[in-house]
């Protein structure tokens, strides 16, 4: 028997007048726009995070908070290319039932610019919300 899956979804952009982090696996000399969605899920399980969009974006999934000034701090997991469409991130994480977790949406390159769409598959309909100021 197969378990049943819920998709849920969210869209937004990168724009110059988004704001800008140092990412964790580049120099920080690099500037990169970027997003935060807060995550919640209902019912604990493996839920997965995919991009689409015509920019190639990044993906970097975050423990409760997300600090700009220390990107590294509280990051579970990361993607650039591990969707199946056009430089898209996929993610796959376990995550707890009403834990919040923070999903951060950049791109590969510097001071890229456009709009995405994320969505989370999973046992549970997620709570996804952009919360960046």
Same mark, same amino acid.
């Given at each position: 028997?197969?378990?049943?899956?819920?998709?849920?979804?969210?869209?937004?952009?990168?724009?110059?007048?988004?704001?800008?982090?140092?990412?964790?696996?580049?120099?920080?000399?690099?500037?990169?726009?970027?997003?935060?969605?807060? @995550? +919640?899920?209902?019912?604990?399980?493996?839920?997965?995070? &995919?991009?689409?969009?015509? /920019?190639?974006?990044? !993906?970097?999934?975050?423990?409760?908070?997300?600090?700009?000034?220390?990107?590294?701090?509280?990051?579970?997991?990361?993607?650039?290319?591990?969707?199946?469409?056009?430089?898209?991130?996929?993610?796959?994480?376990?995550?707890?039932?009403?834990?919040?977790? @923070? +999903?951060?949406?950049?791109?590969?390159?510097?001071?890229? &610019?456009?709009?995405?769409? /994320?969505?989370?598959? !999973?046992?549970?309909?997620?709570?996804?919300?952009?919360?960046?100021?």
């Amino acid at each position: 028997l197969t378990e049943p899956s819920f998709l849920s979804s969210i869209s937004s952009e990168l724009s110059p007048s988004s704001l800008v982090f140092h990412r964790p696996d580049r120099d920080p000399e690099y500037n990169y726009y970027y997003q935060v969605i807060e @995550i +919640l899920a209902p019912a604990s399980g493996t839920y997965t995070f &995919t991009s689409d969009s015509g /920019i190639d974006t990044m !993906g970097f999934f975050y423990d409760t908070s997300f600090d700009p000034s220390n990107p590294s701090a509280n990051l579970i997991a990361e993607d650039d290319d591990g969707g199946a469409i056009n430089l898209q991130f996929h993610i796959e994480a376990f995550l707890e039932a009403e834990h919040p977790y @923070i +999903l951060v949406v950049t791109t590969h390159g510097e001071s890229e &610019t456009g709009s995405f769409s /994320i969505s989370a598959d !999973g046992p549970a309909s997620v709570g996804l919300r952009s919360a960046t100021p």
